[in-house]
């Protein structure tokens, strides 16, 4: 079974320009969640989808960023325009659909490490 | 809220000696509890779960947890440490309620000297 990919693997651009990050999730997984980790400090969650629905996008820091997964399949992350502060490690996770979202281990991607200068 | 605490940023251990990494955590609800390890330039790797049941878990590559309700903690543990088990370890407790996310502690980074 192929794992969570995510594309870039790393991405350097300037302050104002914008970045798109692609995931995608292990066939059939319709949970698929985006998490950022910032200078070494805690996981931090972005959002939730659930197939192509946004089912949480509270941890979104601000309307820089975009999140789409259209089809229900890979999503992308688009950080439009992007700051100094953005700069970090963005993990793409995803897990089966089941009863219980809680006691679903996630399965991550190697993340895209992104940095802004 | 969830929130999750990981009091040590590093830890070292000698190879052959016991390992404990710690966590402890808050949540309204049954805990859903995990261990994940990242090796350099890869993502999280899952190690373990509590949901329910036994207190003891055992997970991939020899490690072990427990979970103590009374003192809300979920420590990692390993009776003989590896040099190949260096790597950064995080705990995180899952959402009790269908929609809600994972929440990870700040990691604790492992290094097991030869």
Redesign the interface.
């Known amino acids: 079974e192929a794992?969570?990919t995510q594309f870039p693997s790393h991405s350097v651009i300037e302050k104002g320009q914008t970045v798109t990050l692609r995931c995608d999730p292990i066939s059939g997984h319709d949970n698929l969640?985006w998490?950022r980790r910032v200078m070494?400090?805690?996981?931090?969650?972005l959002l939730?989808f659930v197939k192509e629905s946004k089912?949480?996008e509270?941890?979104m820091p601000n309307n820089r960023f975009l999140a789409e997964r259209t089809g229900g399949t890979y999503s992308t992350l688009k950080v439009q325009p992007a700051e100094l502060e953005d700069s970090g490690v963005y993990?793409c996770?995803s897990s089966p659909l089941t009863?219980?979202?809680?006691?679903?281990?996630?399965?991550?991607?190697?993340?895209t490490r992104l940095t802004v200068t | 809220a969830q929130s999750v605490a990981q009091p040590e940023d590093q830890v070292n251990v000698a190879e052959g000696n016991p390992l404990t990494v710690k966590c402890t955590y808050s949540v309204s609800g049954n805990p859903?509890l995990?261990w994940?390890v990242q090796y350099p330039?890869?993502?999280?790797?899952?190690l373990l779960?509590y949901?329910t049941g036994d207190n003891l878990v055992k997970g991939s590559y020899g490690f072990e947890a427990e979970f103590n309700k009374s003192q809300t903690s979920f420590h990692l543990k390993k009776p003989s440490a590896l040099v190949s088990d260096s790597a950064l370890y995080?705990c995180a407790v899952?959402?009790?309620?269908?929609?809600?996310?994972?929440?990870?502690?700040?990691?604790t980074r492992l290094s097991v000297l030869p």
């Open positions: 794992g969570v969640y998490y070494g400090k805690e996981i931090k969650f939730h089912q949480d509270s941890g993990f996770a009863g219980t979202v809680g006691n679903s281990p996630l399965h991550f991607g190697n993340g | 859903y995990f994940y330039n890869r993502g999280l790797q899952f779960k949901i995080f899952g959402a009790t309620n269908y929609g809600q996310n994972f929440v990870f502690g700040p990691g």
